[in-house]
């Protein structure tokens, strides 16, 4: 089939052609543990001693509000699903020509160092540069780490008969942009500042940081899986580790926490809250004997969690049970909601 005119949505690459790039990328050293793969979000690399090297970089797009916290964070996310401790982050930031002042760039330069800072993250270098046609800025942070090997978990290790736990709840990410980026629009729609002001603080409570619970429950226990929903939201993350697990599995969306304003902007917009931006949301697989236990440590420090589902055989496919009872396949979009709005 001819894919030279094909059209492209905002967001990520559908799976299947993504899988046939990365198929064509060669890895000829063989400290590269895992490079490029659908799911798996962050590169691991052999060295000298006890420890595991864990490479990741990612951009910032959508948002424009606080973009020097979000290059941080989204990076860290993904970081220590692999049960990494962040060290050392680099960022390229660039600046629209027609926009840029001397706060806007100081501003980015103080929430990198401070955000880095709470999380003993040293900022070890970069780029900045004011660049042609841009309408916002845009920050690609990277970030290394370091993980115990025997304590390095990738998406790819879910089983059959794992539990599924979700924390938090989901649409944190996205409610926080719609509160942050589009406060005209939800003004039109007769919010008030209170429901907005809420909406925006999303970016710290519940908060789009799972730096937290990711390093806690992998320091306690025998983790198999760990993954961030970002863009395509909640029911992207589990297909991508379904995928990368060769697994099926079995949610009941009764289970799943929707908060209120996240709730409320999904009706206003349109969107479907399952496949839309969830930074702050960490999926964890485990065995199914440890789950309750681990659900107890979680609420214990605060951190609210359930258990969503579990991994199946791969020819039993991605099921969801819906709130009525009955099963449907499981859908997902690599194209998030929240792109309807941007």
């Known amino acids: 089939m001819n894919r030279v005119n094909e059209k492209f949505n905002l967001g990520k690459l559908k799976h299947n052609f993504l ?49 020097g916290y979000y290059s941080v964070i989204v990076n860290v996310n993904d970081l220590v699903c692999t049960g990494a401790k962040p060290k050392w982050f680099q960022s390229s930031i660039l600046l629209p020509e027609k926009l840029t002042t001397n706060r806007m760039i100081d501003k980015i330069f103080k929430d990198i ?46 089983k059959p008969g794992d539990a599924l736990i979700l924390t938090k709840g989901i649409f944190i990410e ?45 320091n306690h226990f025998k983790i198999t899986s760990m993954h961030d929903p970002t863009e395509g939201g909640v029911y992207t993350a589990i297909a991508e580790m379904t995928i990368a697990s060769n697994s099926g599995v079995k949610i009941e969306e009764r289970k799943i926490k929707i908060l209120p304003e996240s709730k409320t902007l999904s009706i206003i917009f349109d969107l479907d809250p399952y496949n839309t931006i969830s930074s702050g949301s960490l999926l964890i697989a485990v065995n199914q ?12 420090n605060k951190i609210y969690a359930e258990k969503i589902g579990k991994f199946t055989p791969k020819d039993r496919g991605l099921l969801v049970i819906k709130e009525d009872g009955k099963k449907e396949q499981l859908k997902y979009s690599e194209t998030d909601e929240i792109t309807k709005i941007f």
Request: aromatic share 4%; hydrophobic share 40%; glycine share 8%.
């Open 19 to 67: 899988a046939q790039l990365l198929s064509n990328i060669e890895i000829n050293d063989n400290r590269v543990i895992m490079g490029s793969k659908i799911g798996e979000d962050a590169a691991v690399i052999d060295i000298p001693g006890p420890n595991y090297l864990v490479a990741k970089t990612d951009p910032i797009t959508f948002a424009t509000d606080e973009i």
């Open 113 to 158: 160092h401070e955000t880095c800072k709470t999380m003993d993250i040293t900022v070890v270098g970069g780029h900045t540069e004011i660049t042609p046609r841009l309408e916002r800025p845009i920050v690609i942070g990277s970030l290394i780490g370091e993980v115990p090997k025997d304590k390095l978990v990738l998406t790819s290790g879910a």
């Open 174 to 218: 996205g409610t926080a942009i719609i509160g942050r980026e589009k406060e005209k629009e939800l003004l039109e729609h007769e919010l008030d500042h209170e429901f907005i002001k809420r909406c925006k603080d999303y970016l710290f409570n519940p908060g789009i940081c799972v730096f937290k619970e990711a390093l806690l429950v992998n």
């Open 289 to 300: 004997e440890a789950s309750s236990d681990l659900i107890d440590l979680l609420r214990r």
